[in-house]
């Protein structure tokens, strides 16, 4: 099921949800390059800080003074420089990005896939902006009738906002699996498995109209994190085990009903074109008691579960 968008199941589950606070800080771009040339920059750094340090020893080799111990320290600062350039460089695949802090203040989010290079006193945080799936456990609720069931789902998300995944929550793998199963589990008390009236949407009959309102009130329930839910579905879905048999007797009985009714409906659809017909091309004359007569047998022969015994009549239509 694709992304939702507000609906009348939307007001009603968000109506069951306490209100998040609002996001203290929302994702942004962070300043960033590109990481070639100052990859380049440091290793002429390095190589320029060898060369003076042995440029140093060989001066000091030949001329002991102050001109080889500046050459070695000047050296020895560039290396410095050079490896703290290049600490600002990262390495970013794509469907990754990177959380950059400077002493613990947020400065922006990178999410060019590439070298790329940042400020090299800040911290940068990994974090996966893949679709995820998320399969809950297989969960025992009561259904709105009280009829205990199982049922488990799966759920596919992605982080949208890094800010609010890194910030706003504690763990956002942990929170989205909790609001998951909080989800579910609310779901499954609010409809019955199987509808006994007419109109009634039951957990196994509208599956589709199910995982919608499951999907909105999930994006409801982890929209503070940064989360977007792309789709949810039932993965399992059955009766528990103490009252499964009982339940099967039940939809068995039901099938039974079902398909009596579709027989005597047609039964009698075809008893009445039968006299209709019979009265209207005059092949013969029946007075009402034989009328009813007829009715009954037809209404047996065509009801009943067994084949029918014919029983031949040699004498008259009232013998």
């Given at each position: 099921?694709?992304?939702?968008?507000?609906?009348?199941?939307?007001?009603?589950?968000?109506?069951?949800i306490?209100?998040?606070?609002?996001?203290?800080?929302?994702?942004?771009?962070?300043?960033?390059?590109?990481?070639?040339?100052?990859?380049?920059?440091?290793?002429?750094?390095?190589?320029?800080?060898?060369?003076?340090?042995?440029?140093?020893?060989?001066?000091?080799?030949?001329?002991?003074?102050?001109?080889?111990?500046?050459?070695?320290?000047?050296?020895?600062?560039?290396?410095?420089?050079?490896?703290?350039?290049?600490?600002?460089?990262?390495t970013?695949?794509?469907?990754?990005?990177?959380?950059?802090?400077?002493?613990?203040?947020?400065?922006?989010?990178?999410?060019?896939?590439?070298?790329?290079?940042?400020?090299?006193?800040?911290?940068?945080?990994?974090?996966?902006?893949?679709?995820?799936?998320?399969?809950?456990?297989?969960?025992?609720?009561?259904?709105?009738?009280?009829n205990?069931?199982?049922?488990?789902?799966?759920?596919?998300?992605?982080?949208?906002?890094?800010?609010?995944?890194?910030?706003?929550?504690?763990?956002f793998?942990?929170?989205?699996?909790?609001?998951?199963?909080?989800?579910?589990?609310?779901?499954?008390?609010?409809?019955p498995?199987?509808?006994?009236?007419?109109?009634?949407?039951?957990?196994?009959?509208?599956?589709?109209?199910?995982?919608?309102?499951?999907?909105?009130?999930?994006?409801?329930?982890?929209?503070a994190?940064?989360?977007?839910?792309?789709?949810?579905?039932?993965?399992?879905?059955?009766?528990?085990?103490?009252?499964?048999?009982?339940?099967?007797?039940?939809?068995?009985?039901?099938?039974?009903?079902?398909?009596?009714?579709?027989?005597?409906?047609?039964a009698?659809?075809?008893?009445?074109?039968a006299?209709?017909?019979?009265?209207?091309?005059?092949?013969?004359?029946?007075?009402?008691?034989?009328?009813?007569?007829?009715?009954?047998?037809?209404?047996?022969?065509?009801?009943?579960?067994?084949?029918?015994?014919?029983?031949?009549?040699?004498?008259?239509?009232?013998?």
């Amino acid at each position: 099921m694709s992304d939702t968008t507000s609906t009348d199941g939307d007001i009603t589950n968000k109506a069951d949800i306490p209100p998040l606070p609002e996001p203290r800080v929302r994702e942004r771009p962070a300043r960033n390059v590109s990481g070639g040339l100052a990859l380049l920059g440091g290793l002429a750094g390095l190589a320029g800080g060898v060369g003076l340090i042995f440029a140093g020893a060989a001066v000091a080799a030949e001329h002991k003074g102050a001109w080889s111990t500046s050459l070695i320290v000047s050296g020895i600062v560039v290396i410095i420089a050079a490896l703290l350039t290049m600490g600002g460089l990262n390495t970013i695949a794509p469907g990754e990005a990177r959380v950059v802090q400077l002493f613990g203040r947020y400065r922006g989010t990178i999410r060019t896939d590439g070298l790329r290079w940042v400020n090299p006193l800040t911290s940068r945080e990994k974090i996966s902006t893949r679709v995820r799936n998320h399969e809950t456990a297989v969960l025992k609720v009561n259904d709105a009738y009280g009829n205990p069931i199982e049922l488990a789902a799966v759920v596919v998300w992605k982080v949208e906002d890094t800010a609010q995944a890194m910030f706003e929550v504690d763990d956002f793998l942990e929170f989205v699996a909790t609001q998951t199963e909080a989800a579910v589990r609310h779901i499954a008390i609010e409809y019955p498995y199987d509808a006994h009236e007419e109109g009634v949407l039951s957990l196994s009959g509208n599956a589709e109209e199910i995982t919608e309102k499951l999907a909105v009130e999930l994006h409801a329930r982890v929209e503070a994190a940064g989360v977007r839910i792309i789709e949810s579905r039932f993965t399992h879905l059955a009766y528990a085990p103490e009252i499964a048999s009982a339940m099967l007797q039940r939809q068995q009985a039901g099938a039974v009903v079902a398909a009596r009714r579709e027989i005597v409906e047609g039964a009698v659809g075809m008893v009445e074109a039968a006299l209709a017909r019979i009265t209207e091309e005059e092949i013969v004359v029946l007075d009402e008691e034989r009328k009813a007569a007829m009715v009954s047998n037809l209404m047996v022969v065509l009801c009943g579960d067994r084949s029918p015994q014919p029983v031949l009549n040699t004498g008259t239509l009232y013998q």
